[in-house]
């Protein structure tokens, strides 16, 4: 999950204009008067949409995005970190298995958490000064990124036991979780899935702006082109993914052999007692290409379905 952003939100303020103010007091209002002959619209033209339901689609669409693009190497890397074939866990085709209860979870959850994470920083900045923005932006990121982690959990876990082939369905994945650990077990992986996304959430919006806030600074504009939120989202994605890469392999194991691993602590003495120290970047050639590409893609997405919903008048940065 990743966002864009800026001082008083999380991306351009062009893009969240009013946010205090709001614009109207219900989520999505239509405007008749705009129904008019002479040349097409834009949706926001037509359609008003608040600012919590914007960050909603347009984290949602951009994560469901860029999943589905890049579904393929998150199989190939789960199974690298289980030490898995490709012949032995479904071949080809196996690849893309799990991808709908990715997309199932992983939509909604992106989506409650770009809105969440917009909702309280708004909120907390009005309480705080600019000074403090970088910190209260990650105590945001944290709160909003438990919330979401809730949510898209169990889907996950069904998820991975389905792209490494212990399950061949989500009934029998869900069945051999619940018939093992209980439905609990469907949550197995929360610790060390908070002890990931927590770091990668907070680390990467503090890298994107620092390195956006640089560019600004050498540019002297306030605005990206589309191409350098590519170019910037790739690189936070690499970046970032690198340093969580040791949590994401302690988490599958846990995930897919939970017999075996148990428990963080536990999970990292055995991997380094019985596979060495680089065990733990198993699937980095995978997950680095994957993170920077998925990142990039969601900044791309996300910008351009807010500028889709946004007003004209609150579009006037971005891609110039």
């Not at 008067?33 to 984290?59: C, K, M, N, T, Y």
């Not at 890049?70 to 074939?85: A, D, G, I, Y």
């Not at 949550?187 to 899935?193: E, F, K, Q």
Request: aromatic letters at 8%; charged letters at 20%.
């Amino acid at each position: 999950m990743r966002s864009n952003h800026n001082a008083s939100s999380t991306c351009p303020k062009s893009l969240h204009a009013g946010r205090s103010g709001g614009s109207g007091n219900g989520l999505l209002f239509v405007q008749p008067q705009q129904f008019a002959v002479g040349g097409p619209l834009a949706l926001s033209e037509i359609v008003h949409f608040s600012e919590e339901v914007r960050d909603f689609l347009a984290g949602g669409l951009a994560e469901g995005v860029s999943r589905m693009c890049l579904h393929p190497l998150e199989t190939l890397k789960v199974r690298k970190q289980m030490s898995q074939v490709l012949s032995r866990a479904g071949g080809v085709r196996g690849i893309y298995m799990g991808l709908g209860e990715s997309l199932v979870g992983a939509v909604p959850s992106t989506g409650a958490f770009v809105m969440i994470y917009h909702m309280l920083k708004s909120r907390a900045m009005n309480c705080f000064p600019e000074k403090l923005e970088a910190p209260v932006s990650v105590a945001c990121g944290v709160l909003a990124t438990t919330i979401s982690c809730l949510v898209e959990e169990p889907l996950e876990v069904v998820k991975q036991r389905l792209q490494s082939g212990v399950s061949t369905s989500f009934g029998h994945a869900v069945q051999h979780v619940t018939k093992q650990k209980g439905p609990l077990g469907l949550y197995s992986g929360i610790r060390s899935t908070l002890a990931k996304d927590l770091p990668f959430d907070a680390l990467e919006f503090a890298v994107y702006e620092q390195l956006r806030g640089l560019y600004y600074k050498h540019k002297r504009r306030k605005h990206l082109l589309e191409h350098e939120v590519l170019m910037f989202g790739m690189a936070t994605g690499a970046l970032v993914g690198f340093v969580t890469l040791p949590m994401d392999v302690v988490r599958t194991r846990i995930v897919t052999q939970p017999l075996k691993y148990q428990g963080v602590r536990r999970t990292v003495r055995l991997l380094l007692k019985e596979e060495g120290a680089l065990s733990l970047f198993k699937g980095a050639r995978y997950r680095l290409p994957k993170e920077a590409i998925e990142s990039g893609l969601f900044f791309v997405v996300y910008e351009n379905v807010q500028r889709l919903l946004s007003r004209k008048e609150e579009n006037t940065d971005f891609g110039k």
